[in-house]
């Protein structure tokens, strides 16, 4: 991973929030918010005129809106990750956010602590979903090709989907499954093992479990990774 700062677009039209989370994402190391946007038009135009790596996003943006900027946005950056920023959970709107091409979902009002490791999760390419989320993203998440849907929902965890994880997430989790360290993944899949613990805690996090054996055990009782990925040496 580039020792450059993350580049943020951050996309809010409530400035005294804005202000509040420019300033604490400013404080944080590797962070860099490059642009602000009160509207959806000028998020589209600040990400097509200025290089960012990742846009925070709030729904409720005035103008063409928070959904159909997304839905923009992915169509001239389709690598550009979004994470959505929002303080409305229905399961319509969390619908739409992923056919729009959002990555991430957050609630407004999250611990400072939890949004930035959101953004670190999504800028890496994983998913990051708000415990919130409804029977929508379960639906979405079985859909997608990289996700091999176990036969039931995990018991304990009505809110969890069949299978969450993404593929990058599956690859990691087999490796865990046989043993390896953060340091050791780092090195079989060319990444950082910084980048490592974002997705471990990611995994643990969709799967609602508080440690790593655990995250292992459900992944062979539920059959969470893909028969190839536990194959490979």
Request: net charge negative.
């Amino acid at each position: 991973m580039s020792a450059n700062p993350l580049r943020i677009l951050l996309a809010e039209d409530d400035e005294l929030f804005r202000l509040g989370l420019r300033m604490r994402l400013q404080q944080e190391s590797g962070f860099d918010v490059v642009a602000e946007a009160e509207d959806g038009e000028m998020a589209v135009e600040m990400a097509n005129r200025l290089p960012v790596d990742i846009v925070v996003l709030d729904i409720g943006l005035p103008g063409i809106g928070g959904i159909e900027a997304c839905r923009q946005l992915k169509q001239q950056h389709a690598d550009l990750p979004i994470l959505v920023l929002t303080s409305r959970t229905q399961a319509s709107l969390v619908s739409r956010l992923i056919e729009a091409g959002a990555q991430g979902y957050c609630l407004k009002g999250i611990v400072a602590e939890t949004l930035i490791l959101a953004i670190r999760s999504v800028a890496t390419g994983a998913s990051w979903w708000d415990a919130a989320a409804t029977t929508e993203i379960r639906a979405a998440f079985e859909s997608q090709p990289a996700a091999i849907a176990a036969s039931t929902y995990l018991e304990g965890n009505p809110r969890l989907p069949a299978n969450p994880l993404t593929r990058r997430e599956q690859e990691i989790l087999a490796l865990i499954v046989v043993g390896k360290s953060n340091q050791e993944i780092a090195g079989m899949l060319y990444i950082t093992a910084g980048t490592v613990r974002v997705h471990v805690h990611a995994i643990l996090n969709k799967l609602n479990v508080g440690d790593r054996a655990q995250a292992a055990a459900l992944a062979i009782q539920k059959q969470l990774i893909a028969k190839e990925l536990l194959s490979e040496p």
